[in-house]
């Protein structure tokens, strides 16, 4: 509701859509521009109140159906179907790249904890969580793409496009996923059962990942399912700036369009999506943590 409020205040998608079509039919037809553009308002729907329109597209939406865009006249449901795999594809993998640089720098600072390559891992990622998103992505396309020529620029060319993007989007989140698993790890190592496990001399390695980082990874888990129903609804700047075809860069042409079913049908689908994936990841705690059981009653 608050993204139609919002987005009904901004540009009239009528004018936009009529705007070359109305001088030219003007000329032919002689019917004036305000009539041309009132019958475009009344063919979206657009001369309804607010509140009408509104509970329309709920009543349809609560049937499946999205509406159409106003300017391509396609459903908005096969826009975001031909737009979601290239998304998914790109929240995956950096996903998988926030783990895999997380998980070593969150061990390695735990273990270190109050040592100076832990300082120096705290100083990597605070670096990390402090640049942003859209400055990254021009160095890495400065950098990678154009000096170096390891990697595409931009656009959707194969399995090598996916990287830079996928970088860029890993980077911040890697860094906040891993001072919370430091954070986590060294306050399970201080726990009894640690020292139980080391004293029968199981090795550190053993002991940290063993028995630590498994207990340690509820908080983490819930941090990455949130960054991942996040990416999933599109990282809009990552994908403009990158040429990704993916929903960030369908929502963002839609609003600079003022395309209106197609900005209610990327919200809907993204907010739809990150509760699917809250529920996946309180679900997922029975099995990460023995202590968490689901439908036991004290």
Do not use: C
């Amino acid at each position: 509701m608050l993204v139609f409020l919002l987005a009904a205040r901004g540009q009239d998608p009528a004018a936009v859509q009529a705007g070359g079509a109305v001088q030219n039919e003007e000329a032919t037809s002689g019917i004036s521009q305000e009539e041309q553009l009132a019958a475009a308002r009344k063919r979206l729907g657009l001369d309804q109140p607010l509140l009408v329109r509104y509970g329309r597209w709920l009543g349809r939406a609560g049937h499946g159906d999205l509406g159409t865009s106003v300017f391509t006249g396609v459903k908005v449901s096969d826009e975001i179907r031909t737009r979601l795999p290239a998304t998914v594809r790109l929240a995956v993998l950096a996903v998988v790249l926030t783990v895999v640089l997380a998980v070593p720098l969150g061990v390695a600072g735990a273990t270190a904890h109050r040592r100076w390559p832990d300082n120096l891992l705290r100083i990597v990622s605070l670096a990390g969580a402090s640049v942003p998103g859209f400055f990254l992505a021009y160095l890495l396309i400065a950098l990678v793409a154009v000096r170096l020529r390891l990697l595409p620029p931009a656009g959707m060319g194969g399995p090598r496009s996916l990287l830079l993007p996928a970088i860029t989007l890993a980077v911040g989140p890697a860094a906040l996923v891993s001072r919370l698993l430091r954070s986590s790890l060294v306050e399970v190592l201080g726990e009894d059962y640690i020292r139980t496990a080391r004293a029968k001399g199981l090795a550190n390695l053993a002991v940290v990942m063993g028995h630590g980082l498994r207990n340690a990874s509820i908080p983490v888990m819930t941090i990455l399912g949130g960054l991942l129903g996040r990416l999933l609804e599109g990282a809009v700047i990552v994908e403009v700036i990158f040429a990704w075809p993916g929903i960030g860069s369908l929502a963002y042409d839609a609003i600079v369009r003022g395309d209106f079913p197609i900005i209610q049908g990327t919200v809907l689908v993204a907010g739809a999506m990150i509760m699917a994936i809250n529920l996946l990841v309180d679900l997922s705690y029975a099995r990460i943590d023995p202590r968490v059981r689901l439908g036991v009653r004290s």
